[in-house]
């Protein structure tokens, strides 16, 4: 029994990941789609177009995925109309949030958010209340195991990263949002493989909450982040050493 025991809990954690690998590619998918109809078709004239798809080949989508969503973006398979609305909030503990999301339908988006937020502690606030407190930068990590925070230092800065850091096995530079496809290309380039990189928003300064209550703020942030119309979410939250999810 044991045996089967152990093969279930795998199946099942691998139905989760492939769930939410699913999940990250349809929002990337709609990022594509609605830069390709903002900006044209072509990634070389079009600089959103051409961060969304570094974004998804990032993360290992499909060559075909990447073209059919530019194509249905540009028109050639139908048009639906997304709208980026930015919601801000707070978590337990007075913990800042910002919801960004791409949607075709605002009321249905908004009264999903405010829902999740009002269900788990939390609280949606106006326009502006949080959004002085973050910056948006890209983001681009690396596996501290594969590079040498120096190797990773004196390439990122040479082509135009803004800093470089190192912490818990993981070497995250940091880029203006401007020029975060050009030190992505760069990076690779340079025979580089990234873990992960995206566009996100970056707290000024963190909030230390104790541990049940960090529980609480990461519920609200799993949950914000299963609709697909939400495509990022930022927190202020420093997670406890002890936090385990």
């Given at each position: 029994?044991?045996?089967h025991?152990?093969w279930a809990?795998i199946k099942h954690?691998?139905?989760i ?5 699913g999940q990250?590619?349809?929002k990337?998918?709609k990022?594509?789609s609605v830069a ?11 600089a959103?177009?051409?961060t969304a ?5 990032a993360?290992?989508m ?5 073209e059919r969503?530019?194509?249905k973006?540009?028109?050639e ?7 980026e609305?930015?919601y801000?909030?707070y978590a337990p ?8 999301t791409?949607?075709?339908n605002?009321?249905r988006t908004?009264a999903?958010?405010r829902?999740?937020?009002v ?5 949606l606030g ?12 890209g983001?681009i990590t690396y596996?501290?195991s594969?590079y040498?925070?120096d ?5 990122a ?8 850091t ?5 070497i ?11 030190v ?5 380039a340079a025979g580089?493989v990234q873990?992960?990189?995206?566009i996100n ?9 104790d541990k049940e209550r960090a ?8 949950r ?6 939400v495509?990022?979410?930022s927190t202020e ?9």
């Amino acid at each position: 029994m044991s045996g089967h025991s152990k093969w279930a809990t795998i199946k099942h954690k691998k139905g989760i990941a492939d769930q939410k690998r699913g999940q990250k590619f349809t929002k990337l998918i709609k990022e594509i789609s609605v830069a390709a109809k903002m900006g044209g078709a072509d990634p070389e004239t079009n600089a959103a177009l051409r961060t969304a798809i570094l974004k998804a080949r990032a993360e290992n989508m499909p060559k075909d995925n990447i073209e059919r969503a530019i194509k249905k973006g540009s028109g050639e398979m139908g048009n639906a109309v997304f709208e980026e609305l930015t919601y801000e909030g707070y978590a337990p503990g007075g913990v800042a949030i910002i919801i960004d999301t791409l949607t075709d339908n605002k009321n249905r988006t908004a009264a999903d958010v405010r829902s999740t937020l009002v269900k788990l502690g939390g609280s949606l606030g106006t326009s502006g209340c949080v959004s002085y407190k973050f910056q948006t930068k890209g983001v681009i990590t690396y596996d501290a195991s594969k590079y040498s925070e120096d190797e990773i230092f004196n390439a990122a800065l040479e082509n135009g990263a803004e800093d470089v850091t190192n912490e818990d096995g993981t070497i995250e530079v940091f880029t203006a949002p401007g020029d975060f496809s050009g030190v992505l290309e760069a990076m690779q380039a340079a025979g580089f493989v990234q873990e992960s990189a995206d566009i996100n928003k970056i707290p000024d300064n963190y909030v230390a909450v104790d541990k049940e209550r960090a529980q609480k703020v990461m519920n609200i942030v799993e949950r914000l982040e299963d609709p697909d119309d939400v495509q990022m979410g930022s927190t202020e939250i420093e997670v406890p050493d002890d936090y385990e999810d």
